[in-house]
């Protein structure tokens, strides 16, 4: 018998969990009632796979059931400090952002934006009337920061999902969405809302792709973070016991850009809804955000007649868009790489050299060490690689 959705959801979860490398045993005692832990204590030969399911089980049935009910109580508050921080920011000019610390990783990222848009654009007109227009829904498209791509990719029939569809009955080739689905995973009620907002209205062969955090990447660097952050000294243990103060159990971790800290110390699977942690990017986002626990999406896109047909860090979009004519070309023009070392009356974004140590390297074991080469900063990459590109098509 075929696997339900739920239960494939729930394998594909303890799969991530397994991969982000935390631990699938762990005690339930909050979570299972007491006759619920003697049965399981009678079960003594179950198998680590049953145990990780089981586990994954009850965290599923908790975000489904209690969980999500607590979350929808505090869900509106959470949407209301993403807006009023997303609506705070001001336009400040170009002349002043390219002043700003992290002016080259923007425009690497709109640089992967565009990249995906004018890819996804070709496999829809492929094959099809040169003159049929394509439609676009765009998600989460905030103050529409993507609508000179979408223009100069030639579309003419473009909805953002904050106005009403000018022709509601009429199925879309595309829909995107930037930088926002991590916002959706605080509960399945607004995972699935998503999912609907972006998939009912496509039409069969049409794609549904954009851009969100990458949960492994993260939880990867928290519990680096916190397993150098346990691993103190006796000395200094001792001196914190004196002093009556406590040990500090999530440090968070970042540098001079960007910064995130998960509300808890890393040492328990995260749950599969509302993984909160709060992110700040130098003068562009400083509000919380969730894991998105990407099999799981994967899981649930398919009661939607989704499919995985893509799934890449922004690492590995650049080292494949970066080699296609088009990709070098926009890289250029959109100032996504800074040039390296600056040239004559020019400087580097930042002033610490151990930033561009990688590109010295890179040119020091070149075949023209007196040459230059496109790059970020060490802290820029860093940010980038915080996250990765999707895209689904409906079957």
Not at 210 to 218: C, F, K, M, V, Y
Not at 277 to 282: I, N, V
């Amino acid at each position: 018998m075929a696997d339900s959705p739920d239960s494939a959801a729930v394998a594909a979860l303890a799969q991530e969990q397994e991969v982000i490398g935390v631990k699938m045993k762990r005690d339930r005692v909050d979570t299972i009632a007491p006759e619920q832990r003697e049965n399981k204590k009678m079960r003594s030969e179950d198998t680590a796979k049953d145990t990780a399911k089981d586990t994954a089980k009850d965290t599923a049935k908790d975000a489904a059931d209690g969980y999500s009910t607590r979350k929808r109580m505090h869900g509106d508050e959470h949407s209301t400090v993403v807006a009023k921080h997303y609506n705070m920011q001001k336009e400040i000019g170009l002349e002043a952002r390219s002043h700003s610390r992290i002016f080259y990783l923007r425009n690497f990222n709109n640089w992967i934006k565009s990249v995906l848009i004018n890819e996804f654009l070709d496999q829809v007109r492929r094959g099809r009337d040169p003159n049929q227009p394509v439609r676009v829904l765009d998600l989460g498209c905030g103050k529409g920061g993507d609508l000179l791509k979408w223009r100069k990719g030639g579309i003419a029939h473009l909805n953002e999902l904050r106005n009403k569809f000018q022709k509601p009955d009429e199925p879309f080739d595309l829909c995107s969405c930037q930088f926002a689905f991590h916002y959706a995973m605080e509960s399945r009620a607004q995972v699935e809302m998503m999912l609907r907002n972006a998939c009912a209205h496509l039409r069969r062969g049409g794609f549904f792709f954009g851009t969100t955090s990458d949960a492994r990447e993260l939880m990867r660097r928290h519990q680096m973070t916190n397993v150098r952050a346990s691993e103190e000294s006796d000395g200094e243990a001792a001196k914190r016991e004196n002093e009556g103060t406590a040990a500090r159990s999530n440090v968070g971790f970042g540098n001079e850009v960007y910064n995130v800290r998960f509300h808890d110390s890393g040492t328990s699977p995260p749950p599969i809804f509302g993984a909160k942690y709060d992110f700040h990017l130098e003068g562009v986002v400083d509000c919380p955000e969730f894991l998105v626990h990407f099999p799981l999406l994967e899981c649930m896109a398919k009661k939607f007649g989704m499919k995985l047909v893509m799934k890449k860090t922004f690492s590995e979009l650049f080292h494949t868009f970066a080699k296609k004519d088009y990709g070098r070309h926009l890289l250029n023009v959109m100032q996504a790489l800074e040039t390296y070392p600056a040239g004559n009356g020019s400087q580097l974004l930042s002033a610490d050299e151990s930033e561009y140590k990688h590109a010295a390297d890179f040119l020091q074991n070149s075949s023209n060490p007196s040459g230059t080469v496109g790059t970020m900063s060490k802290s820029e990459w860093e940010a980038a690689g915080m996250y990765l590109a999707f895209a689904f098509t409906k079957e």
